[in-house]
């Protein structure tokens, strides 16, 4: 067996302490975890997929075994790519399982080989996302609890510049 290697795949945007508690359990789970953009514009995402890469990039340099790739297509094809085996999803609540549990059966049909595996952040980040982060900061609302303080200010310089 070659090493264990696990794609963590999202929108990541922006960033938030959510995804970045599922990244530190996963780097401490896996010999090595590539953090997958998806490049959706089908999304409409607030952050260009470079802005996104940059931002998770930034935030995590003390780890070593974290690398960030665009994801084009197909996730089971870009696992493949990568050989890797795993992906990893977070869990925050019962409302997160029907769709995740979708996605994995999906995902295991197109390759049976690539397991999920599903982890559960801190509680204090189980009602956070990406979308709600966004409504607050557009209206104004203070997303320092949220996020780390470079996402905070690329996210006043959107939304200034949405005004
Ligand atoms: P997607 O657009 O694919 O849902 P996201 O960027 O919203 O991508 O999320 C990527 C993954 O991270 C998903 O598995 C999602 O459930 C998980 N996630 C998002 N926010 C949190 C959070 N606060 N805590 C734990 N996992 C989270």
């Known amino acids: ?22 990244i530190r359990r996963a780097s ?15 999304k409409a995402p607030m952050f260009s997929t470079e802005e996104r890469i940059a931002m998770i ?4 340099r003390d780890m070593a075994n974290i690398s960030v790739r ?12 990568e050989k890797a085996m795993v992906v990893i999803r977070g869990l925050r609540a019962v409302s997160d ?4 549990f979708q996605m994995a059966l999906m995902n295991r ?11 559960t952040p801190k509680e204090d980040y189980t009602y ?6 966004k409504e607050v900061a557009q209206l104004g609302g203070d997303v320092t609890k949220f996020v780390p303080k470079a996402v905070v200010e690329r996210l006043r310089s959107k939304c200034v510049r949405a005004k």
Request: proline residues 4%; glycine residues 6%; without cysteine.
């Open 97 to 100: 399982f029907e769709f995740e």
């Open 70 to 81: 665009k994801i084009e297509g197909l996730l089971v094809s870009f696992a493949r790519e």
């Open 1 to 22: 067996m070659g090493i264990t290697r696990a794609v963590y795949p999202g929108s990541f945007d922006p960033l938030t302490f959510g995804h970045l508690d599922v």
């Open 109 to 119: 049909s197109l390759e049976p080989r690539l397991e999920t595996v599903f982890l």
């Open 128 to 133: 956070l996302s990406s979308r709600i982060v």
């Open 57 to 60: 990039e930034e935030e995590t």
């Open 28 to 42: 401490n789970l896996f010999e090595e975890v590539i953090v997958g953009v998806a490049s959706n514009d089908a």
